[in-house]
């Protein structure tokens, strides 16, 4: 309701500050100028902020391969899943994870067959730092588009070796949103 009477509040003061220039010449106006979009990252140069980086996905209703996400302060996220009639270390039957961030303007994908499965890649053990590109921007993935605020899907998907003896699939999946926070 507050957001309802803000937005009314702001139509009404436009209104009347329309009203009040007379009609002002548009030739008294500056002309347009370009503008980048706003790039995402923390101010004291740490990986952009992020809105449920840390969500509670798991592969649900599988009697075998158990999976979920982690965060990786540095680089986001990483996976971690494995087959527990083949071990109980991260990877352990594991054929590979296919992370997706879907969003405005961008599709990352990135398949990962090493544990441990970052979601930038990396073999190290906290999945490394976030890319970055010539101008110090973050961007998604190595050589990809620098990271923006704004709501992204993410969609992790884990093969196994074999099939799930509760679901009769290779495979587990699921979903959650993020949110980029600008400075």
Do not use: K
Not at 2 to 21: K, N, Q, S
Not at 45 to 59: L, Q, R, S
């Amino acid at each position: 309701m507050a957001l309802r009477l803000r937005y009314w509040v702001g139509l009404v003061v436009l209104a009347v500050g329309l009203a009040a220039c007379g009609g002002a010449a548009e030739g008294a106006l500056p002309p347009p100028v370009a503008t980048s979009p706003p790039v995402a990252g923390q101010g004291d140069d740490g990986p952009p902020d992020v809105d449920n980086d840390a969500p509670a996905g798991e592969c649900e209703n599988t009697a075998n391969i158990l999976s979920r996400v982690d965060r990786a302060p540095a680089a986001l996220l990483r996976a971690v899943a494995l087959d527990n009639r083949a071990g109980n270390d991260d990877g352990d039957g594991i054929v590979g994870v296919r992370f997706a961030i879907i969003g405005d303007n961008l599709a990352f994908t990135n398949v990962e067959e090493d544990a441990p499965y970052c979601i930038f890649g990396s073999n190290e053990a906290d999945c490394g730092m976030w890319p970055r590109d010539d101008q110090g921007r973050y961007t998604w993935g190595a050589g990809g588009p620098v990271v923006t605020p704004g709501h992204y899907d993410v969609f992790v998907e884990v093969f196994a070796a074999q099939a799930d003896s509760a679901t009769g699939s290779d495979t587990c999946d699921w979903r959650f949103g993020i949110e980029v926070i600008g400075d």
